[in-house]
């Protein structure tokens, strides 16, 4: 069995005046999804081969515009 793996996380705050741009995630490709996953290990143990995709977290914080992430759209 194949799993695609990844995450997008961010909790917008329309009330903060302060817009997130692409300086405020954490953005990582390939393996290095595996090591930020809790569930990497359990897949592992299961026999189920990893895809991994795209990690892109940033705290709370204002709205993400469009042209702020340019990777991700």
């Known amino acids: 069995m194949k799993i695609v793996t990844g995450c997008l996380y961010h909790e917008t705050n329309t009330f903060n005046p302060f817009p997130t741009t692409v300086d405020d995630f954490v953005l990582v490709e390939g393996k290095e999804v595996e090591e930020r996953l809790a569930s990497t290990e359990v897949f592992e143990k299961n026999g189920v081969e990893i895809i991994p995709s795209i990690y892109a ?7 993400v515009k469009k042209r702020s992430i340019p990777a991700l759209c």
């Open 57 to 63: 977290t940033a705290l709370s914080s204002g709205i």
